[in-house]
């Protein structure tokens, strides 16, 4: 009879962790290969400009029984308008950090130049083109949307009310575009009410994953309609990504990853390259320690990290370093608008011209790009030529597909 209760609690131990870990499984790769088969378009020809999210066709055809399930659930709730928000002022700052990063809070006014549909359809047109083209070949070029892996689409942030995604890339005013989303999704309430002005939203909520509603969330609240949610999704909403020059990207990442006292980078990234590039045995266990004996992780030191085979063995690149076309997939999604933190004041205004939200809604003020490309030559002066080289190849398909030229004063002799 023990022997009997014994195996019983043993299998109904034994089912509920097999379900723990299907729901782990199931959490991280989702619908990556359950989903219901519908197109998703390749890259067209060019087009004069952005198509606004009304005008995008038919969706793909949906089987009868998911119909009535898939219609609730994508309808976008009620858009009921706050009334039009002030103009923003300055949030709270840390006077450390905001030194650092280089914000510059006076107010800018972003005049539409004549040439911006131009520049914004050519943009599309040469990331499309070479997504189609042969030529240029990475990682995942090839792979279709329907096999991207849940947690991979943890940066794309869905608003329903304005029918808009938006794919954040760090180290690109994501912040602040994080801020102008949950103002536009009343995704975070302030005393009860929706915040209105993008800068009051405190730093710490606007990084706080749980206060965005994200693609790689579908898989629990729509099961295996998910998939073709998004696809859906995809297709009605206006989706945009805002970019900058990968190797400038890279130096910004590293100044405020590791020129400020980080306990968390310090810790899951600095000592491990401080073992094995800088030969410290023993690195102090805190970065304030390390900052007060004088140890930091040199840019050299950085990329080395970033060269090492070894690095991606053990976990992905963090968000700050990866590359854009893993982060957001611009080969398997068709963005409407490529924003470039280069042209952030103008770009910025277009795109909520193009969401018709710019009559109640202001883009915080400009981010003064401190880390800027003409500092390249004194960062790199220190690298081998060859580590260089290695680098580029590391992210051409970023500088490719969005277009930014080759650093040939970086990779030649």
């Not at 299907?22 to 290969?33: P, S």
């Not at 689409?153 to 102008?180: E, M, Q």
């Not at 998939?227 to 297709?235: E, I, P, Y």
């Not at 611009?330 to 909520?352: H, N, R, S, W």
Request: aromatic share 12%; proline share 9%; hydrophobic share 40%.
């Amino acid at each position: 009879m023990a022997k009997a209760r014994l195996f019983r609690l043993w299998l109904v131990l034994g089912s509920a962790l097999t379900i723990l870990l299907l729901i782990l499984y199931w959490d991280n790769v989702g619908t990556a290969h359950f989903y219901l088969h519908t197109a998703l378009s390749r890259p067209r020809g060019p087009e004069p400009g952005p198509t606004p999210a009304a005008a995008r066709g038919a969706e793909p055809e949906l089987p009868s029984e998911a119909g009535p399930l898939l219609d609730k659930l994508r309808t976008p709730h009620a858009k009921t308008e706050p009334a039009p928000a002030p103009a923003p002022s300055p949030g709270a700052r840390s006077p450390l950090e905001e030194s650092v990063r280089g914000y510059d809070w006076s107010p800018h006014d972003a005049p539409q130049s004549p040439d911006q549909g131009r520049q914004q359809a050519e943009r599309r047109r040469v990331l499309r083109g070479f997504c189609a083209n042969a030529s240029l070949a990475f990682p995942t070029k090839e792979r279709a949307f329907e096999d991207i892996p849940n947690y991979e689409l943890n940066h794309l942030i869905v608003d329903d009310r304005h029918g808009v995604i938006y794919c954040y890339v760090p180290k690109v005013a994501c912040t602040n575009w994080k801020r102008v989303m949950i103002v536009l999704s009343q995704s975070l309430l302030d005393g009860g009410a929706p915040y209105r002005d993008p800068l009051a939203i405190p730093r710490e909520h606007v990084h706080n994953s749980s206060t965005h509603l994200t693609f790689n969330k579908f898989w629990r609240r729509y099961g295996r309609f998910s998939r073709h949610l998004m696809k859906v999704k995809l297709q009605k909403y206006t989706k945009f990504l805002f970019v900058r020059d990968p190797f400038v990207r890279l130096i910004s990442a590293f100044r405020s990853k590791f020129q400020l006292e980080n306990d968390e980078f310090y810790r899951k990234f600095a000592m491990p390259m401080l073992r094995r590039y800088a030969n410290h045995s023993s690195p102090p266990a805190s970065v304030s320690q390390a900052f007060r004996a004088g140890l930091k992780v040199t840019f050299a030191h950085f990329i080395q990290y970033l060269l090492d085979p070894h690095t991606e063995m053990l976990a992905p690149f963090n968000e700050h370093w990866r590359q854009v076309y893993r982060l957001c997939h611009p080969c398997q999604i068709d963005y409407d608008f490529v924003g470039k933190l280069e042209t952030l004041d103008d770009d910025a205004a277009q795109l909520l011209r193009l969401l018709k939200v710019d009559s109640r809604l202001h883009f915080p003020p400009s981010y003064r790009n401190r880390t800027a490309s003409s500092w390249e030559e004194g960062w790199f002066a220190s690298i081998p030529l060859a580590w260089r080289r290695q680098l580029y190849k590391l992210y051409e398909a970023d500088f490719v597909l969005f277009g930014y030229p080759k650093p040939e004063n970086l990779l030649r002799d």
